[in-house]
């Protein structure tokens, strides 16, 4: 069996003495879209962050490829192959389209990056559109494009994408999905986290429930998908 991509073991985290994350594991296998599903509240951020080095885990044990990462900042993640998409895509407004993809390849060398932008800009045809407008002044859907695309500019072997489709119109959500199976065939492992549980299970290979900061259901996209609890507890059926 191959080696995990991404092995989490027994995770916690508390704010304040508030348990968030009470002992999370997951894994992501080399290729795969994982979904970290539940409602607000339920941990989701709180775990990927532990992950992406925002935050120490104050318990657990995290791995990627085989080497310990547990307790790195998240410069090191991000040289060690994992990119965060935040939550509200976090674009920096007041720049264009171009220097926010430049500064998501502050970890590559200066002649790299004109690739990685061609890169960028072969996946986003769109942004190419807009490579000189102010990144604030783009339509929700384009910022999240933007987002993606400038976590991609470091050349990750993981991205992480928080809630990726909040906020944006049903159609530009769609999009936003045929955009990340579209990264993930290029051979980046994507940890999807989201509230929109069916847009998620039809494209994730696996999956994770969470409910008050523990992992409660696990299996493949379309068992979680015909799960009588996940049609209960989130999908209204």
């Given at each position: 069996?191959?080696?995990?991509?991404?092995?989490?073991?027994?995770?916690?985290?508390?704010?304040?003495?508030?348990?968030?994350?009470?002992?999370?594991?997951?894994?992501?296998?080399?290729?795969?879209?994982?979904?970290?599903?539940?409602?607000?509240?339920?941990?989701?951020?709180?775990?990927?962050?532990?992950?992406?080095?925002?935050?120490?885990?104050?318990?657990?044990?995290?791995?990627?490829?085989g080497?310990?990462?547990?307790?790195?900042?998240?410069?090191?993640?991000?040289?060690?192959?994992?990119?965060?998409?935040?939550?509200?895509?976090?674009v920096?407004?007041?720049?264009?389209?171009?220097?926010?993809?430049?500064?998501?390849?502050?970890?590559?060398?200066?002649?790299?990056?004109?690739?990685?932008?061609?890169?960028?800009?072969?996946?986003?045809?769109?942004?190419?559109?807009?490579?000189?407008?102010?990144?604030?002044?783009?339509?929700?859907?384009?910022?999240?494009?933007?987002?993606?695309?400038?976590?991609?500019?470091?050349?990750?072997?993981?991205?992480?994408?928080?809630?990726?489709?909040?906020?944006?119109?049903?159609?530009?959500?769609?999009?936003?999905?045929?955009?990340?199976?579209?990264?993930?065939k290029?051979?980046?492992?994507?940890?999807l986290?989201?509230q929109?549980?069916?847009?998620?299970?039809?494209?994730?290979?696996?999956?994770?429930v969470?409910?008050?900061?523990?992992?409660?259901?696990?299996?493949?996209?379309?068992e979680?998908?015909?799960?009588?609890?996940?049609?209960?507890?989130?999908?209204?059926?």
């Amino acid at each position: 069996m191959s080696q995990s991509l991404l092995d989490v073991s027994g995770l916690a985290f508390a704010y304040d003495g508030a348990a968030a994350v009470r002992d999370v594991s997951l894994s992501v296998e080399p290729g795969e879209i994982v979904a970290l599903l539940g409602a607000n509240g339920a941990g989701k951020s709180t775990t990927v962050r532990m992950i992406a080095g925002v935050l120490a885990p104050q318990k657990g044990d995290i791995r990627f490829a085989g080497e310990v990462l547990t307790g790195s900042p998240s410069h090191v993640v991000v040289r060690r192959g994992i990119t965060l998409v935040p939550e509200g895509r976090l674009v920096f407004p007041q720049m264009t389209v171009m220097e926010n993809l430049q500064l998501g390849a502050h970890i590559k060398q200066r002649g790299e990056i004109a690739a990685l932008v061609d890169k960028a800009f072969a996946l986003f045809p769109r942004l190419a559109e807009r490579r000189g407008q102010l990144a604030g002044s783009m339509s929700g859907g384009e910022q999240q494009m933007l987002a993606i695309a400038r976590g991609l500019m470091a050349e990750p072997r993981l991205i992480i994408l928080d809630e990726p489709s909040l906020g944006l119109m049903p159609i530009v959500v769609q999009e936003v999905f045929k955009l990340i199976e579209a990264v993930n065939k290029s051979g980046i492992g994507v940890l999807l986290v989201e509230q929109n549980l069916h847009q998620s299970l039809r494209i994730a290979h696996r999956g994770y429930v969470l409910e008050k900061g523990s992992v409660v259901l696990s299996g493949t996209g379309q068992e979680l998908l015909a799960d009588a609890y996940v049609q209960k507890a989130f999908l209204g059926r």
